[in-house]
């Protein structure tokens, strides 16, 4: 009697899934060179992260035998981590720089921004200097007594004198023609009428060649209780006027 003996055919060699791996390794050499550049750090992080994502499933896949490239996967794995790492290093670097930058501009820009004197009060003796290098300047007060024949003076009240004098430090010339001088005395503020006298009143005339000045000296009316006397100074069209807070009485 003869039995036939049937062998089952061989079970048919199983595919190796190396594809993960593989584009682990790309994207982690792709993302690491990306990442020496700090600019490219966006697109370091991104590559990465995928890189470093596709490796250790990759790399799964050959603890579990559907593939046989555990080297690549695992180096794809590592660059991408390194990716990662330089894309946060050149975010710092970038944003610092760009920090620095703005910075940088700012003060430039502070630096070079036209100064406004009219920003503060100042004292008698100090000087209100513009960006084109005008610069005025008041004394402090002095009693001043009109005489009969002075206009804008009031029986009872007081008067004051000041000097103004205005130096032009820039190229062009200066026309001081629109120079305008007006007062204001005490606790509430009332207008000290300019005084025009003899000696006082005429105010600037014609024009202040660069590297010249001019004096003019003028007399404001106060109140009699009058403490203090603020002169404002409008140099013209193109300048913020700029005030002296002057102690009288």
């Known amino acids: 009697m003869s039995y036939d003996t049937q062998v089952p055919p061989a079970a048919a ?6 594809g993960l791996g593989t584009a682990a390794l790309i994207l982690g050499i792709i993302g690491t060179v990306s990442g020496f550049v700090p600019f490219f750090f966006w697109l370091a992080g991104i590559l990465g992260l995928i890189a470093l ?19 690549v996967a695992l180096t794809g794995a590592i660059l ?12 710092v670097i970038t944003f610092t720089a760009v920090k ?10 502070k630096d070079t921004a036209p ?24 004394s402090d007060p002095k009693a001043y007594s009109p005489s009969e024949v002075a206009v804008g003076h009031t029986a009872g009240n007081k008067a004051y004198q000041v000097t103004v004098v205005i130096e032009n430090g820039g190229k062009k ?14 606790k509430n503020g009332v207008t000290a009428e300019q005084i025009f006298d003899e000696k006082v009143g005429t105010g600037f005339q014609g024009s202040i ?4 000045k001019a004096t003019v000296t003028v007399a404001f009316d106060a109140p009699k209780d009058a403490k203090d006397l603020t002169v404002e100074v409008h140099p013209g069209f193109d300048y913020n006027a700029s005030q002296w807070e002057l102690k009288v009485g």
């Open 115 to 138: 100064k406004d004197p009219a920003a503060k009060n100042l004292a008698d003796g100090d000087s209100s200097v513009y960006d084109d290098n005008l610069k005025v300047t008041v």
């Open 80 to 91: 991408g981590l390194a990716a990662l790492i330089l894309s946060v290093v050149g975010a």
């Open 209 to 212: 060649l660069p590297g010249k």
């Open 13 to 18: 060699p199983q595919a190796m899934r190396n």
């Open 53 to 71: 994502i596709l490796g250790l499933v990759g790399k799964g896949r050959v603890k579990r035998g559907e593939a046989n490239n555990k080297g």
């Open 100 to 109: 620095n930058a703005v910075d940088e501009i700012d003060k430039t820009i």
């Open 173 to 186: 010339k200066f026309d001081a023609v629109g120079v305008t001088l007006t007062g204001r005395a005490g």
